[in-house]
């Protein structure tokens, strides 16, 4: 469904120089929805500014290093996560209900065993615990496997790829724009394309880059669908 988005000049303050990203969406039938694109500092909507807190270093390293080191993917990718959930604001809260540095739902926490949603080890570790799942799931494709995080592994698997939803296709591009330092720009997927290259939790893009960019000319590459 198509939908008509308005950015509004409305900000909920969450932590001390934080904010999120209200919208306004209007669908067709007039419905009026609005809904939080992801929480940050005051230049969050700015892709410049993302891309600068690539690799972001904070105090929650050690406990990074050790769940992504246990689950097998990359801790540049958790991190990049944690910048678009919640900034590394342990006590973030969306509107939705999400909670913690990963923004997890209760379902999710629940799901991985969490008794106290806030605790940054337990935070970060059923996160990381999901972000492995989703990966492994949609055969290593990070563009889908972070649209799930966003939306759920149900939106994903029913669209078959990312689904047409601003807000989720806003976050993986906020999402990835962290995890490669750079803006990322237009997005592109191949619908329909099976068996194809994946981006595998952000290794071996070099190969499926180039051939995006020789498409369409600063457009990059989410995946196969």
């Given at each position: 469904m ?6 509004l ?13 209200v919208?306004?969406a209007t669908?067709?039938?007039g419905?009026k929805?609005?809904y ?7 230049p969050?909507?700015s ?14 390293d050690p ?11 990359d801790?540049?990718?958790v ?5 678009v ?5 342990v ?10 540095l990963?923004?997890?739902?209760p ?6 065993g ?5 605790d940054?080890?337990?935070?970060i570790?059923?996160?990381?615990q ?18 799930a ?22 976050y ?6 962290v995890?490669y330092?750079r803006?990322y720009?237009?997005a592109?997927s191949f619908?329909?394309?099976r068996?194809?290259?994946k ?12 051939l995006a960019a ?12």
């Amino acid at each position: 469904m198509r939908v008509l988005l308005i950015v509004l000049g409305v900000s909920f303050l969450v932590a001390p120089m934080s904010r999120a990203d209200v919208r306004l969406a209007t669908k067709k039938d007039g419905t009026k929805v609005i809904y939080n694109v992801g929480a940050g500092p005051a230049p969050a909507a700015s892709l410049d500014w993302l891309a600068k807190q690539h690799d972001r270093r904070t105090k929650f390293d050690p406990i990074i290093e050790r769940y992504a080191e246990k689950y097998r993917i990359d801790a540049t990718l958790v991190r990049a996560v944690i910048q678009v959930e919640s900034n590394f604001n342990v006590r973030c809260v969306s509107n939705k209900g999400a909670r913690g540095l990963m923004q997890l739902m209760p379902a999710t926490a629940t799901r991985f065993g969490v008794t106290e949603v806030h605790d940054p080890e337990q935070n970060i570790r059923a996160g990381v615990q999901y972000l492995a799942y989703l990966l492994r799931l949609f055969g290593d494709d990070l563009s889908r496997a972070l649209a799930a995080y966003n939306a759920g592994e149900g939106a994903v698997l029913k669209h078959g790829g990312i689904p047409p939803y601003a807000e989720t296709q806003t976050y993986v591009k906020r999402a990835l724009t962290v995890y490669y330092g750079r803006p990322y720009g237009s997005a592109i997927s191949f619908a329909g394309r099976r068996g194809g290259k994946k981006l595998r939790g952000g290794f071996g893009v070099g190969t499926v880059q180039p051939l995006a960019a020789a498409l369409i000319p600063g457009a990059k590459y989410l995946g196969t669908n």
